[in-house]
C-alpha cells in the first residue's frame, strides 16, 4: 500500500514537473514554409514597375532569393538579443548575397541596402562583416579592414571586415548552417560550427532582420530566432 503511494505521488510530481514553465525562452521560427507573412519586400526596381516579377517566393517549403533584381526580404519585427540559425544553399551558380542584423532606415546605402551590420554569405566569404551606416569592432582591425584612416560605414570607406577563416563553407549545393549571435553591442558568427567573426562595440544593438537579393539564386530551409535572456 504504502509504495503504491510513493507510485502515484512521484507520477504526480513528475506530471507537474513536465508541464512546469522553462526558464529558456522558446525559439521562433521567421519562416512558416507556405509564405511570406512576417516579412515585406524593398526592391528599388519596383518603384518603377510594381507589377515585376517577385524576387522572394516560396519554393517547395523553401524561401527562396531570386538574386534579381537587387533588394532586401525584410521581417516586420523589431529584435534584439537573439540567436539566429539560417540553413542555406546556392541553388545554382554560387555567388552573392547576405543577412542583415540591426537594420533600420531603408535604402541608406546606395540607395539600396538599409542602415545595418552585414553578415555576409558570399560564396568563399562567409561571415564577413560589411558595415552599412552601422560600425563594428573586431580584434586584428587594420589586418582585417585596412588602413584606419579609411574606416567607415558610408560610400567610399572601408565598410569590409574579413572573416576568420577559410573553408568552412560546404560544397556548392550541400545545405550551409550558419549562426548569428546578436547581444548587445556584441555579434557573434558561425558557419558549420566554425567561429568566423566576433564584434564587439556595435553601434546598434536591435532591428529588423533582412535577406538580400544580390544576383544569385539562394535557397532558405531554416530561418529561426532564439531570444536570448542572459
Known sequence: MIANLYLVTACILLAFADGAPSDEPAPRSLFNGRDLTGWHADVPEFDKNPDGKPVFIVRDGKLVSLGTPGGHLITDDVFDNYRLEVEYRFAGEPGNCGVLVHASTPRMLYKMFPQSIEVQMHHTNAGDFWC??????????????????NWGATEGKERRILNLTDESEKPV???????????EDQVKVWVNDDLVNHGTNCTATKGQIAIQAEGSEVEFRKVQLTPIAK
Open 132 to 149: 552599412i551606416g552601422e560600425d563594428i569592432t573586431v580584434p586584428d582591425m587594420e589586418q582585417r579592414r585596412g588602413p584606419k584612416e
Open 173 to 183: 549545393g550541400e545545405w550551409n548552417a550558419m549562426v548569428i549571435e546578436c547581444v
